[in-house]
């Protein structure tokens, strides 16, 4: 397979017709043989992969390039989110509007071909594949609560049925409710991921004010944790719960690399 045959396979994968903002090929590979796929991938990861006989490195998190400059363009996707779960789209699209307002700022500061022209200069591929694998992740966390959850389901059975998923089970970071009540009811909840990065203040407040009781990010910052406890309190009736960044991300690269492995690649993670 070649790097774009990859990137093809994780766009079928997701079920996306478009290349996401945030996922690119940096460095073209032909014949890939051996791959290594990291979430984060620095220039001694690079080299280690060179020395090591690998033909491409896939990194999860955004390498550089375009993946770098227009990652606020995938936050986007967090109104489509919104939007499923019945926040109206003024709502939602105001909520993407301040997320990129806050993150557009460091993309444009950001040193974008930094790792991309390691690559170059070592002579190795180098890609990322970031939204398809957080959506295929989102689609099978979504489908797994929908498939497993009790009748007038409380928050912390949504948590276990989590929790039993094999990337969680083997996690050393547990599922934690940042906000609200394992005993509060579940309610309306939104899986909100596969869209950049977690929601922040914005997303979470559109879906808290507009009927979702339940927020489920992968991660959030304290700074932004204060500020949604200041307003719907840290044992209120709204909850969040945040499932682990690692562990989370690892749902959606594991589909990827079992269907890289069952077409005759050999992919190290
Ligand atoms: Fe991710
Ligand atoms: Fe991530």
């Not at 996401?20 to 984060?40: C, E, M, R, S, Y």
């Not at 083997?170 to 509060?184: D, F, L, S, W, Y």
């Amino acid at each position: 397979m070649d790097t774009s045959e990859i990137l093809d396979l994780s766009l079928a994968l997701a079920k996306q017709s478009e290349v996401p903002a945030d996922t690119t090929i940096n460095v073209p590979a032909k014949d890939v043989h051996q791959a290594l796929f990291g979430i984060d991938v620095d220039p001694a990861d690079l080299l280690l992969a060179k020395q090591k006989g690998y033909d491409l490195v896939i990194a999860h998190h955004p390498t550089g390039g375009s993946a770098v400059l227009e990652f606020p363009k995938v936050l986007s996707k967090h109104a489509d989110i919104l939007v499923r779960h019945g926040v109206p789209k003024a709502a939602a699209l105001e909520a993407v509007r301040e997320l990129q307002d806050e993150r557009e700022p460091r993309a444009h500061a950001e040193n974008y071909d930094h790792l991309p022209s390691v690559a170059r200069l070592i002579g190795i591929g180098l890609m990322c594949i970031h939204n398809p694998c957080d959506e295929i992740g989102r689609r099978i966390m979504d489908e797994t609560l929908k498939a497993r959850l009790p009748p007038k389901p409380r928050v912390q059975d949504a948590i276990d049925v989590l929790q039993s998923m094999p990337e969680f089970r083997a996690a050393k970071t547990r599922i934690v409710q940042r906000m609200g009540k394992p005993e509060n009811p579940l309610g309306s909840w939104a899986v909100h991921h596969g869209a950049g990065t977690n929601g922040g203040v914005p997303v979470a407040r559109a879906a808290f004010d507009h009927g979702i009781d339940t927020v489920f990010y992968i991660h959030i910052d304290a700074g932004a944790l204060r500020r949604l406890g200041e307003v719907y309190g840290r044992e209120g009736a709204k909850n969040l719960v945040v499932t682990g960044h690692l562990a989370s991300d690892s749902i959606g690269i594991n589909v990827l690399v079992r269907e890289l492995r069952g077409r005759g690649m050999r992919v190290h993670r």
